[in-house]
């Protein structure tokens, strides 16, 4: 009776899980139900304007950034033995899995037996980073070449991280929500990367799908915009780099 009578009165009345939502940035999913899952759809019409204007973006980006595209590759050859580009399997849109393009951050050899998972995790004082490769990480220069995945479709400017297909598979088998993240194109940049960094450990990455979520029922131009913002003080700070 007395939340129908705050309605009636004209006061508004939210939900305590909306309110926590809103404060966090982040969805618990602890709590979601296969129901819940069904409801969680992005805007059809968004996702469609997003994409194109992504790509119109994109196009315009590659063209006046092209002679810096050229000087990093340069220098990366210079700096270490290796091509210019990295080029990894990794799980997009629907589950959809593609080649990114990266600038080569890394030598091709950690020292030492390791396995196929821990060669796909970065740490942050990985001996394999190169000199010019910290930098492009810090900056986010790295992620240059992801350009092309843009124009080709299979990513975002900004969207749930794309991970290594080695890597996806084993946090499906481990969190039983993580697949759904794959609902929306994967980014350059997201929500989960502005307020979290760069994660591999379960545990963290469990963290991280509570992001995910939140910009997937959150998906709007108006929180793409805080996520630009955020990005562009994050390239000036370095923040979560690895």
Excluded at 6 to 33: A, F, N, W
Excluded at 41 to 53: G, L, V, W
Excluded at 103 to 110: A, E, L, P, S, V
Aim: hydrophobic share 45%.
């Amino acid at each position: 009776r007395f939340i129908t009578g705050c309605v009636l009165s004209g006061m508004p009345v939210y939900h305590v899980k909306q309110v926590l939502e809103s404060l966090t940035g982040r969805v618990e999913i602890e709590h979601l139900s296969e129901n819940t899952l069904g409801s969680l759809h992005p805007n059809q019409a968004y996702s469609r304007i997003k994409q194109a204007a992504d790509w119109l973006v994109a196009l315009a980006v590659l063209i006046v950034a092209s002679p810096l595209l050229l000087i990093v590759a340069l220098l990366i050859r210079l700096d270490s033995p290796g091509p210019a580009l990295f080029r990894q399997q990794r799980v997009g849109h629907r589950g959809a899995v593609f080649t990114l393009y990266k600038f080569r951050t890394m030598r091709d050899d950690r020292g030492g037996p390791v396995t196929a998972r821990e060669k796909a995790i970065t740490r942050g004082d990985d001996p394999r980073i190169t000199r010019i490769g910290r930098v492009l990480r810090r900056t986010r220069l790295d992620e240059l070449p992801q350009l092309f995945n843009i124009l080709r479709g299979e990513m975002s400017w900004i969207g749930p991280r794309p991970e290594a297909l080695m890597l996806s598979l084993w946090y499906e088998k481990e969190l039983s929500f993580y697949p759904y993240r794959h609902i929306v194109r994967p980014g350059i940049t997201g929500w989960a990367q502005v307020n979290q960094g760069h994660v591999a450990a379960i545990g963290d990455v469990h963290e991280k799908l509570h992001y995910d979520f939140y910009y997937i029922k959150n998906f709007s131009p108006w929180l793409d915009l805080v996520i630009v913002m955020r990005t562009i003080r994050i390239m000036l700070t370095g923040f979560g780099a690895k």
